[in-house]
């Protein structure tokens, strides 16, 4: 069984930071590529970063160069480390194995003066 649990988030102004974790219960996290997606209000859900199992990181253009995906084997924890903040970036930020069809609850970020 998968387990996923997002934690990290909550509110900040544009320009702030916060740093994201996605604790992987499950799988041997050694051998899977994790990603983080999120949801606006209204929007669909899209895809913010990705890790592979070898540790090579990838980003969508709209967070490349603020947003930095890392991952902690020894934790089975996958990081995303969020700079410089948009309105634009306000989500619920979901966490995802790739090959498992699960979503854990996501966490809140909402970038707001």
């Known amino acids: 069984q998968v387990v996923l649990v997002e934690s990290g988030g909550g509110l900040v102004q544009p320009g702030g930071s916060l740093r994201l974790s996605c604790e992987v219960s499950g799988p041997l996290f050694t051998a899977v590529d994790v990603g983080w997606f999120r949801q606006a209000p209204g929007k669909q859900r899209e895809w913010v970063a990705m890790?592979?199992?070898?540790?090579?990181?990838h980003y969508p253009d709209s967070v490349k160069g603020r947003f930095t995906i890392s991952r902690d084997n020894a934790r089975s924890t996958a990081y995303l480390q969020m700079d410089n903040l948009k309105p634009e970036d306000a989500a619920v930020y979901y966490c995802?194995?790739?090959?498992?069809?699960?979503w854990g609850q996501g966490t809140h970020v909402t970038v707001s003066p």
């Open positions: 995802k194995v790739y090959g498992y069809n699960i």
């Open positions: 890790i592979t199992r070898r540790d090579t990181a």
